[in-house]
C-alpha cells in the first residue's frame, strides 16, 4: 500500500526545554484563623542571578464569592498599589508588607475581617530580561468567627488563713468545625505587679507544666490543676501563702495545626479574675539566732552552727528550720524533727560529713565535718511555724518567702588552709572533651599570700616534653605559646586564687597532659613555684557522632506512604547529609544533599516523589525522608550518610554506610472471571465464547488478554491483546485460520473470541487468561498475577445432538499377533495418532475424514507393500448426562479388512 500526502506541510518544532529557575514560595495553606486575629503569611523567592538584589513583593486577594477577580492589597514598591477597600487600613498600618531580607517578606493583618477571607496571592515583580520559573504562589485563608468561651464561676472576692486550701474552677469550650486543641493556665496577678505569674497550666497536648516558684509544691502535690468534666478545669492549691495573695485568673487558648504541622493559636480568652486575700499567722514575735563554734577552721576540723529560737507559747508551736549558703539550701528540719538534705549535699550526708538535729525545745544544730576549704561562706538559719501534719520527707528547693522569716541573724564562717604556697590542685571540669568544643581547666592556689604568675603547658600523647600554651604574668600581662599564637586560647584570673585556662574547637591532636605551674612573686623576685598536672582526652568527632538509619516499615505495598528516619545522635554541629537510593548492584544515585549551611540539593526528578523533614531533640536531629505513594521507581537499598565540616575539612562519620532496603509488593489482585463451563455447536455455525469480569481491583485497571486452545496435550496461544488493545495471533495459527478468528473488548468489561464456521477441528479447551494492569502514583504500569478460566467446546455434525461418536482405526501386520491404534477421533472432534515409533511412517500417510455424522473414512496416501494386513474400526458411543458430563453408552467394531497392496502409489480407501 502506498499512502501520498498532499497539501499538508509537516513542521518539526525544536523546544529548548530547561529547569526553572526562579521559584517563589508562601506559607501553605488552607489558614484557619479567627475574626479579629493577626494574620501572617510568609512568601520569598529564589533563583535571581544576583541574590542579594533586593526584590519587589506585591500582594492580592481572590474573594470566594467572585473567584476570578483579583484585589490588589500592598505592594513593596508602590504605596497606591491598594484598592480602594484596602487603602485606608494599609495607609493606617493596619495591613504591611515588610522585608525580612532582600528575597522574602512578612504580609500582616493586624485585625482580620470576615471578608478578608479568600485565595492571597504572593507575586514577584521580575527584574531580569528573561521570564524562567514561577514568579507567585498561592495562600487560602479561612476566617471562622470565634467560638471560645471561657467562665469561672467563683465569687469576685476570697479570704484565707495561711495554710488553708484553695479550690477554683472554670469552664472553657469551643464550638469551632475544625479540629482545634485547648491549652488551660492559672494566672496570678499580684498588686503592683504588671505581668501576671503562671501557677500552672495545661498545653495542648495534656501535659502539666508548674510556674516558676511554685515547681516545689507542685512536685510536693501542693498545687495540682485537673480537668474534671467535658469543658471545667479545677485549681487546687493547699497550704496558701501569704505570697498566693491577688487576683487569680483562668486563660484558656485556641490551637490549630496549620499545613505545615505547626500549632498556631488562633484565639485565647480569660475568666473573670478572684481576688485572693490570705491573712498571715501570728509570729511577731519569733526570733532566730545562728552562730558557729568556732567560726575560724582549719580543713578537717568540725564546723558547727547552731540556730535558736525565742518565740511566745514555744512549747505549743512547732516550726521548720532550714540552713542555706550562697542560696543552696544544705539541710531542713521539719516540725516532727525529720531531716531533708539539700541535692547538692545528700553525699555528705550520706557519708555522714553532713549531720543535723534537734538538740532542745528551742536548738537546733547542723555539723559539717571534715570542713572543707569550700565551705567558708555566709550561712543563713531560718525558721517559720507550721503544722505537723505538714512535714514532707523530700527536700522543697525553694526557700520560706520574706513573710514567712521574721529575723536572720547572718554568720561568715573562714576555713583556712593547713599549707601555704604550694599547695594547690588542677581542676578539669571536662576530663573528656568533644572535637571542636572549649576546654576549660581551672588551676586552684590555697593560702595566697603574695603575688602570683602561671604559666599553662602542654604535653602531647606522643610527646616527651612540655610546651607553653599561655602565661600569665604576675603584673596581669598575658603571652601566649608559638604554637597556640593562632589559636582561640585565654588565660585568666577569675578570683585571687583561681587560674583559668580557655582553649576553644580543640582537636584530637589537643589530647594529653595539661600543667599549671604557679610562682610567687615578691619584689620582683620569684620566691615559690609549684605545679599541678590533668590529663584531657579529645575525642574525635567520629567516636561521639553516630549515624543510624531506622525504617518502620521495609516491605511494603505500591501507593503506601513510607517514611525512613536518619539519626544524627551527638552534640548539634554542622553536619552534611545525604540520602542516597541504589537500585542495583552497581548503582548508587543521590537523592537529596542537606549541606551544612541548611542549603538543600535535589536530583533532577525526584523532588516530586520525596519529602525531607528535619527534627532537632536535645541529644540528636533526625532526618526525615518520606514517599507519598510509594511506586516500583522508589524500591531499591536506601543510605543516609553524614560528613561533619571542621573549619571546611569534611569528616566522614558513617563508614560502612547506613542502609535499609525497601521492598514493594504489588496490590492483592481481586479480579475474578466467569465463563461458560462447557459449549457445544454445530459444524459451519459461528463460535463465540466469553470471559467477564465479576470483580476488579481498580476502577481504573487495564486489561491484557490471552486466548488459549489445548487440544491433547498440545496447548497453543489463538490470539492475544495487551492492556492497550493491540492485538496479535499465535505463532502456530495458520493464516487460513486468522481469517476466521476475531476478539472484542465489549462492556462489563466482556472478552469474546468468535470463529467463524466452526469446524469439527476447532474443538478442544479454550482457557481465557486476564492479566490486570495497574498505574502506581507516578503514573508507571504495573501487572498484577493472571487469572483464567476454561470453557470445554464440541462442535457437531448436524443429527442427533444426543449421541456422539469416538472411532478407532486398528491395524495389524500380516503374519502379526499384535494389533496397534493408528488413528483416533474421540467423541468431541478431537483427531491423535497414538505414538508408535513402528508405524510413524504409516501414520504420517493417513487421512481421515467424515462426510456425514455416523460415516468415517480412512485413507492412505502412497500405499506400498508394506501397507498390508488387517483393518478394522472400534466405535464408542458418548452422551452427554444433565450435569454436563460424558458417560459412554455403547462399544462396537467393525471389520476386519485384509488389505494386499499389489500396485505402489495408489490411493487407497476404506
Given at each position: 500500500m502506498c499512502v501520498i500526502l498532499s497539501d499538508f506541510l509537516l513542521l518539526t518544532l525544536l523546544i529548548d526545554v530547561r529547569e526553572a529557575i526562579v521559584h517563589t514560595e508562601a506559607q501553605a495553606g488552607p489558614l484557619y484563623r479567627v475574626v479579629g486575629s493577626p494574620l501572617s503569611i510568609s512568601c520569598n523567592v529564589s533563583g535571581f542571578s544576583n541574590p542579594d538584589a533586593e526584590q519587589e513583593f506585591e500582594v492580592r486577594v481572590k474573594k470566594p464569592a467572585n473567584p476570578t477577580f483579583e484585589i490588589n492589597i500592598i505592594s513593596t514598591g508602590n504605596n497606591d498599589f491598594g484598592y480602594a477597600i484596602y487603602l485606608d487600613r494599609v495607609r493606617s498600618k493596619e495591613i504591611t508588607l515588610t522585608h525580612v531580607s532582600p528575597t522574602a517578606v512578612v504580609f500582616e493583618i493586624q485585625r482580620l475581617q470576615k471578608?478578608?477571607?479568600?485565595?492571597?496571592?504572593?507575586?514577584?515583580?521580575?527584574?531580569?530580561?528573561?521570564?524562567?520559573?514561577?514568579?507567585?504562589?498561592?495562600?487560602?485563608?479561612?476566617?471562622?468567627d470565634n467560638s471560645l468561651s471561657v467562665s469561672s464561676p467563683a465569687s469576685t472576692s476570697l479570704s484565707y488563713n495561711e495554710g488553708e486550701a484553695l479550690m477554683l474552677t472554670c469552664q472553657a469550650s469551643s464550638n469551632t468545625v475544625q479540629h482545634t486543641h485547648l491549652s488551660i493556665a492559672w494566672y496570678l496577678r499580684k498588686d503592683g505587679e504588671d505581668d501576671p505569674r503562671p501557677i500552672i497550666s495545661l498545653d495542648r497536648d495534656f501535659t502539666l507544666s508548674p510556674g516558676p516558684g511554685f515547681e516545689g509544691r507542685y512536685q510536693a502535690g501542693l498545687v495540682r490543676l485537673d480537668k474534671i468534666g467535658e469543658a471545667t478545669y479545677r485549681l487546687k492549691m493547699d497550704q496558701l501563702e501569704v505570697s498566693d495573695q491577688g487576683q487569680i485568673y483562668c486563660q484558656a487558648r485556641e490551637w490549630i495545626?496549620?499545613?505545615?504541622?505547626?500549632?498556631?493559636?488562633?484565639?485565647?480568652?480569660?475568666?473573670?479574675?478572684?481576688?485572693?486575700?490570705?491573712?498571715?499567722?501570728d509570729t511577731s514575735s519569733l526570733v532566730v539566732r545562728i552562730s558557729a563554734q568556732p567560726p575560724t577552721l582549719q580543713e578537717g576540723q568540725e564546723l558547727s552552727l547552731s540556730c535558736n529560737i525565742d518565740t511566745e507559747k514555744l512549747r505549743e508551736r512547732f516550726f521548720s528550720v532550714a540552713w542555706r549558703k550562697g542560696g543552696v539550701e544544705l539541710a531542713r528540719i521539719g516540725p516532727t524533727g525529720i531531716l531533708s538534705v539539700g541535692p547538692e549535699y545528700s553525699v555528705r550526708g550520706q557519708e555522714g560529713e553532713l549531720r543535723a538535729a534537734r538538740v532542745g525545745s528551742k536548738d537546733y544544730r547542723?555539723?559539717?565535718?571534715?570542713?572543707?576549704?569550700?565551705?567558708?561562706?555566709?550561712?543563713?538559719?531560718?525558721?517559720?511555724?507550721?503544722?505537723?501534719?505538714?512535714?514532707?520527707l523530700q527536700i522543697v528547693t525553694q526557700s520560706p518567702s520574706d513573710e514567712t522569716v521574721h529575723k536572720i541573724f547572718l554568720n561568715t564562717v573562714v576555713v583556712m588552709?593547713?599549707?601555704?604556697?604550694?599547695?594547690?590542685?588542677?581542676?578539669?571540669?571536662?576530663?573528656?572533651?568533644n572535637e571542636r568544643d572549649k576546654l576549660v581547666l581551672t588551676c586552684k592556689v590555697l593560702g595566697v599570700k603574695g603575688q602570683l604568675s602561671v604559666t599553662w603547658q602542654h604535653k602531647a600523647t606522643s610527646a616527651a616534653i612540655f610546651t607553653n600554651v599561655i602565661s600569665l604574668s604576675q603584673e596581669g600581662v598575658m603571652e601566649t605559646g608559638g604554637e597556640f599564637s593562632r589559636r582561640r586560647v585565654k588565660a585568666t584570673r577569675p578570683t585571687t586564687d583561681t587560674f583559668t585556662l580557655e582553649l576553644d574547637e580543640v582537636t584530637p591532636s589537643d589530647?594529653?597532659?595539661?600543667?599549671?605551674?604557679?610562682?610567687?612573686?615578691?619584689?620582683?623576685?620569684?620566691?615559690n613555684s609549684q605545679s599541678q598536672t590533668a590529663t584531657v582526652t579529645v575525642e574525635p568527632v567520629e567516636s561521639y557522632v553516630k549515624v543510624n538509619l531506622v525504617s518502620r516499615d521495609n516491605i511494603v505495598t505500591v501507593g503506601d506512604d513510607v517514611a525512613l528516619m536518619c539519626r544524627v545522635r551527638g552534640p548539634h554541629v554542622p553536619i552534611t547529609l545525604t540520602w542516597s537510593l541504589q537500585r542495583d548492584a552497581t548503582n548508587l544515585d543521590n537523592i537529596l544533599t542537606l549541606n551544612y549551611d541548611g542549603a538543600v540539593s535535589w536530583s533532577a526528578g525526584v523532588e516530586q516523589s520525596y519529602q525531607l523533614k528535619v527534627e532537632n531533640k536535645p541529644n540528636e536531629v533526625r532526618y526525615h525522608l518520606l514517599i507519598h505513594g510509594a511506586s516500583q521507581r522508589e524500591a531499591g537499598s536506601y543510605q543516609c550518610s553524614a560528613s561533619v565540616f571542621i573549619e571546611n575539612l569534611a569528616v566522614k562519620v558513617n563508614k560502612p554506610a547506613y542502609r535499609t532496603q525497601l521492598s514493594l509488593f504489588l496490590l492483592v489482585s481481586k479480579l475474578d472471571l466467569t465463563s461458560a463451563p462447557a459449549l457445544t455447536s454445530n459444524i459451519n455455525t459461528d463460535l463465540e465464547i466469553k470471559c467477564s469480569v465479576i470483580s476488579?481491583?481498580?476502577?481504573?485497571?487495564r486489561y491484557?488478554?490471552?486466548?488459549?486452545?489445548?487440544?491433547?496435550?498440545?496447548?497453543?496461544?489463538?490470539?492475544?491483546?495487551?492492556?492497550?488493545?493491540?492485538?496479535?495471533?499465535?505463532?502456530?495459527?495458520?493464516?487460513?485460520?486468522?481469517?476466521?478468528?476475531?476478539?472484542k473488548h465489549t462492556k462489563g468489561p466482556s472478552f469474546e473470541l468468535s470463529i467463524r464456521q466452526a469446524q469439527i477441528s476447532d474443538g478442544g479447551s479454550y482457557t481465557c487468561e486476564v492479566v490486570e494492569w495497574l498505574q502506581d502514583p507516578r503514573g508507571d504500569w504495573y501487572e498484577l498475577s493472571p487469572v483464567s478460566r476454561t470453557t470445554n467446546v464440541t462442535v457437531l455434525e448436524p443429527g442427533n445432538p444426543s449421541f456422539f461418536y469416538k472411532v478407532t482405526w486398528l491395524y495389524t501386520e500380516h503374519d502379526s499377533s499384535i494389533t496397534n491404534a493408528l488413528v483416533e477421533l474421540d467423541h468431541r472432534g478431537l483427531l491423535s495418532y497414538p505414538e508408535n515409533q513402528k508405524l510413524r511412517g504409516l501414520q504420517g500417510r493417513l487421512r481421515l475424514s467424515r462426510p456425514a455424522q455416523s460415516s468415517f473414512h480412512l485413507g492412505i496416501q502412497r500405499a506400498h507393500e508394506g501397507d498390508g494386513g488387517t483393518y478394522k474400526c472400534q466405535v464408542e458411543q458418548h452422551q452427554l448426562d444433565h450435569e454436563g458430563r460424558w458417560q459412554q453408552k455403547a462399544s462396537e467394531s467393525a471389520g476386519p479388512i485384509t488389505l494386499t497392496v499389489n500396485v505402489p502409489g495408489m490411493m487407497t480407501s476404506f
Open positions: 471578608n478578608d477571607e479568600g485565595e492571597f496571592e504572593c507575586s514577584v515583580k521580575n527584574s531580569e530580561n528573561v521570564y524562567l520559573g514561577t514568579y507567585s504562589a498561592h495562600t487560602v485563608v479561612k476566617v471562622i495545626q496549620d499545613p505545615d504541622r505547626s500549632w498556631y493559636a488562633i484565639t485565647q480568652a480569660d475568666a473573670a479574675e478572684t481576688t485572693v486575700n490570705v491573712r498571715a499567722r547542723l555539723i559539717l565535718q571534715p570542713v572543707r576549704t569550700d565551705d567558708h561562706g555566709v550561712y543563713i538559719c531560718t525558721a517559720w511555724p507550721q503544722d505537723r501534719g505538714q512535714d514532707v588552709s593547713n599549707f601555704i604556697l604550694p599547695n594547690m590542685s588542677l581542676v578539669s571540669s571536662q576530663k573528656v572533651v589530647s594529653g597532659v595539661y600543667q599549671c605551674a604557679v610562682s610567687e612573686w615578691k619584689t620582683n623576685s620569684k620566691t476488579t481491583t481498580s476502577a481504573s485497571s491484557a488478554v490471552t486466548w488459549l486452545l489445548q487440544q491433547q496435550a498440545e496447548k497453543q496461544i489463538i490470539v492475544s491483546s495487551d492492556r492497550d488493545a493491540l492485538l496479535a495471533f499465535g505463532p502456530q495459527v495458520e493464516l487460513s485460520h486468522r481469517q476466521r478468528i476475531s476478539m
